[in-house]
């Protein structure tokens, strides 16, 4: 009876405690741990309970979570591939940033213009002639080839025709004063004028010769050369003296034809005849480039008025005679005349003959 009674002390020691009716709650993280001072002790199928699920009420949230918005987007991020600090940048100081035109990154109002601000000091650039002082004779690109700017070089470093004239150049052409291509213009047919240059009096005094000296058997004959075509509206002289229906001029070619003839002429006191009609044919006249003969008869007028200009004698011995004479009837121009019969003459002979396109 004695061991018996010690072994039920063992289990049951003198002033032992109740059992409890009560368990700590344990359902939330972080409970420190105590070893307890309660005499009560816990019975064998006591439990102290585990925190709600937060997974399930966790993934119906759609807003407010890890600070996604109430679309569930999440907000932009101030890290590369590493975990969020403190300090990550939401989207509405994103746009605040933007928004600045002072004070960003430390630069003040003085030295940030405005969008407008900018815009305008680009625009008075752009308009400058010379932006850069040590280039005041730059052009701006956008200027080559334009209207008011400058061309550009071809591949040989010279100006492209088309910018010095515009289209059509080619080797028949020359750049007008009007920046256009143009065909020269031939001789222009009523400002042709041909002088019969021998016939001046170069070298000497101009003399006089009388319708009588003349004689009415001769037809004076001076050779010369035109070396284009010309379309003859008149034909001038200058005569010494005023007389009546005294002269008779006649142009033949190179074979001896006759070409054209005037009517009967009366001559002025040192003037000029303007010979423009009363021609045989009429004029105009078209003279192809040749040889041509100027021949003069005296109208079988007999006078001793010096009534012709002529040029001085070439004289005596000289061999390179300009004029001569072919016989004629009554002091009438002949029909024809034969070159080979003309008479070589070192005398004088009418000088100061033009031959005109210009009828005015």
Same mark, same amino acid.
């Given at each position: 009876?004695?061991?018996?009674?010690?072994?039920?002390? =063992? *289990?049951?020691?003198?002033?032992?405690?109740?059992?409890?009716?009560?368990?700590?709650?344990?359902?939330?993280?972080?409970? $420190?741990?105590?070893?307890?001072?309660?005499?009560?002790?816990?019975?064998?199928?006591?439990?102290?309970?585990?925190?709600? @699920?937060?997974?399930?009420?966790?993934?119906?949230?759609?807003?407010?979570?890890?600070?996604?918005?109430?679309?569930?987007? =999440?907000?932009?991020?101030?890290?590369?591939?590493?975990?969020?600090?403190?300090?990550?940048?939401?989207? =509405? #100081?994103?746009?605040?940033?933007?928004?600045?035109? $002072?004070?960003?990154?430390?630069?003040?109002?003085?030295?940030?213009?405005?969008?407008?601000?900018? @815009?305008?000091?680009?625009?008075?650039?752009?308009?400058?002639?010379?932006?850069?002082?040590?280039?005041?004779?730059?052009?701006?690109? #956008?200027?080559?080839? #334009?209207?008011?700017?400058?061309?550009?070089?071809?591949?040989?470093?010279?100006?492209?025709?088309?910018?010095?004239? /515009?289209?059509?150049?080619?080797?028949?052409?020359?750049?007008?004063?009007?920046?256009?291509?143009?065909?020269?213009?031939?001789?222009?047919?009523?400002?042709?004028?041909?002088?019969?240059? *021998?016939?001046?009096?170069?070298?000497?005094?101009?003399?006089?010769?009388?319708?009588?000296?003349?004689?009415?058997?001769?037809? %004076?004959?001076?050779?010369?050369?035109?070396?284009?075509?010309?379309?003859?509206?008149?034909?001038?002289?200058?005569?010494?003296?005023?007389?009546?229906?005294?002269?008779?001029?006649?142009?033949?070619?190179?074979? /001896?034809?006759?070409?054209?003839?005037?009517?009967?002429?009366?001559?002025?006191?040192?003037?000029?005849?303007?010979?423009?009609?009363?021609?045989?044919?009429?004029?105009?006249?078209?003279?192809? #480039?040749?040889?041509?003969?100027?021949?003069?008869?005296?109208?079988?007028?007999?006078?001793?008025?010096?009534?012709?200009?002529?040029?001085?004698?070439?004289?005596?011995?000289?061999?390179?005679?300009?004029?001569? %004479?072919?016989?004629?009837?009554?002091?009438?121009?002949?029909?024809?005349?034969?070159?080979?019969?003309?008479?070589?003459?070192?005398?004088?002979?009418?000088?100061?003959?033009?031959?005109?396109?210009?009828?005015?």
């Amino acid at each position: 009876m004695t061991q018996r009674y010690s072994y039920l002390d =063992a *289990e049951n020691p003198p002033g032992g405690g109740s059992p409890s009716d009560t368990v700590a709650s344990e359902t939330s993280f972080g409970i $420190t741990p105590d070893k307890g001072a309660a005499a009560s002790y816990s019975r064998g199928d006591h439990r102290h309970g585990t925190p709600s @699920d937060p997974v399930t009420a966790h993934k119906t949230v759609t807003a407010s979570v890890h600070n996604f918005n109430a679309s569930g987007d =999440a907000p932009a991020q101030s890290h590369g591939n590493s975990k969020h600090d403190a300090t990550y940048i939401t989207q =509405a #100081a994103v746009t605040d940033h933007a928004a600045l035109t $002072t004070g960003v990154h430390g630069v003040g109002g003085s030295t940030v213009d405005s969008a407008s601000a900018r @815009d305008s000091a680009i625009s008075s650039h752009n308009d400058l002639t010379g932006p850069h002082s040590a280039a005041t004779n730059l052009e701006k690109t #956008a200027q080559k080839g #334009a209207a008011s700017g400058y061309c550009g070089l071809d591949a040989g470093q010279k100006v492209a025709l088309v910018n010095l004239g /515009g289209s059509g150049a080619d080797n028949t052409k020359y750049l007008r004063g009007d920046q256009t291509w143009q065909v020269p213009p031939g001789p222009p047919a009523n400002l042709m004028q041909e002088s019969l240059l *021998e016939s001046y009096p170069f070298g000497g005094t101009p003399t006089t010769l009388t319708p009588t000296t003349h004689t009415a058997t001769k037809a %004076y004959v001076f050779p010369f050369e035109l070396d284009r075509a010309m379309t003859l509206n008149a034909v001038y002289i200058r005569t010494a003296a005023v007389l009546s229906n005294c002269l008779i001029i006649g142009i033949f070619n190179s074979a /001896g034809t006759q070409v054209w003839k005037s009517g009967v002429l009366s001559t002025l006191l040192t003037d000029w005849i303007a010979v423009t009609s009363g021609g045989t044919p009429a004029f105009p006249v078209t003279l192809p #480039a040749g040889t041509y003969y100027f021949v003069t008869t005296n109208n079988n007028v007999t006078s001793s008025t010096a009534a012709y200009a002529v040029t001085p004698v070439i004289g005596t011995g000289a061999t390179l005679p300009r004029w001569g %004479y072919v016989a004629a009837t009554a002091g009438a121009m002949p029909s024809s005349i034969t070159p080979a019969a003309i008479t070589k003459s070192l005398g004088g002979w009418m000088c100061y003959v033009i031959l005109s396109n210009v009828t005015s």
